[in-house]
T-cell receptor
Framework: RKEVEQDPGPFNVPEGATVAFNCTYSNSASQSFFWYRQDCRKEPKLLMSVYSSGNEDGRFTAQLNRASQYISLLIRDSKLSDSATYLCVVTSDRGSTLGRLYFGRGTQLTVWP | DTEVTQTPKHLVMGMTNKKSLKCEQHMGHRAMYWYKQKAKKPPELMFVYSYEKLSINESVPSRFSPECPNSSLLNLHLHALQPEDSALYLC??????????????FGNGTRLTVT
């Protein structure tokens, strides 16, 4: 079983739509969670960290459900510029001193006018 | 603009060549990483340096040789690569090794083609 599983997508939505991505993780002891955004042929960039109480940054809302071991990302009022691949990232505490990060495969979003 | 700088941006090399990828950060981060990313796949961890010491090698073939000359620099030496090694090579850094709350900052990457 993979450490991190994501909705495969692609998601194609019109401007102004609300879209949600989910991501599940297998290690119940996972500590930290992030959403990264990656544009085509570019490097991943941190979109937001995900906190236990849920957090919001403008049109983006991230939530964590430890009991069900999933995190979500909600994008409201989608813009054309939101078109990208969204990567779910989870850290594990398997004794590694580095908090090794595990990436999901990514969910591709296309927002059309 | 990224605060992690990678050079070169593009590299084409033959299977008998020796080349090096370079990465630099001046954010005072103490963990630096090399990732490899193929098209439509997530980044795959290759190496991690923690306080300038190699702490993780994800069973990477010896034709890839990392080096961390100081806390700001990270190199990846390439020798006798194969065409299947063609990929985007991403350098990243994080503030504190071992702290999952310290997110990765990626460089722009080097797009490598092995002919």
């Amino acid at each position: 079983r993979k450490e991190v599983e994501q909705d495969p997508g692609p998601f194609n939505v019109p401007e102004g739509a609300t879209v949600a991505f989910n991501c599940t993780y297998s290690n119940s002891a996972s500590q930290s969670f992030f959403w990264y955004r990656q544009d085509c042929r570019k490097e991943p960039k941190l979109l937001m960290s995900v906190y236990s109480s849920g957090n919001e940054d403008g049109r983006f809302t991230a939530q964590l459900n430890r009991a069900s071991q999933y995190i979500s990302l909600l994008i409201r009022d989608s813009k054309l510029s939101d078109s990208a691949t969204y990567l779910c990232v989870v850290t594990s505490d398997r004794g590694s001193t580095l908090g090794r990060l595990y990436f999901g495969r990514g969910t591709q979003l296309t927002v059309w006018p | 603009d990224t605060e992690v700088t990678q050079t070169p941006k593009h590299l084409v090399m033959g299977m008998t060549n020796k080349k090096s990828l370079k990465c630099e950060q001046h954010m005072g981060h103490r963990a630096m990483y090399w990732y490899k990313q193929k098209a439509k796949k997530p980044p795959e961890l290759m190496f991690v340096y923690s306080y300038e010491k190699l702490s993780i090698n994800e069973s990477v073939p010896s034709r890839f040789s990392p080096e961390c000359p100081n806390s700001s620099l990270l190199n990846l030496h390439l020798h006798a690569l194969q065409p299947e090694d063609s990929a985007l090579y991403l350098c990243a850094s994080s503030q504190v090794p071992g702290d999952g709350n310290s997110p990765l900052h990626f460089g722009n990457g080097t797009r490598l083609t092995v002919t």
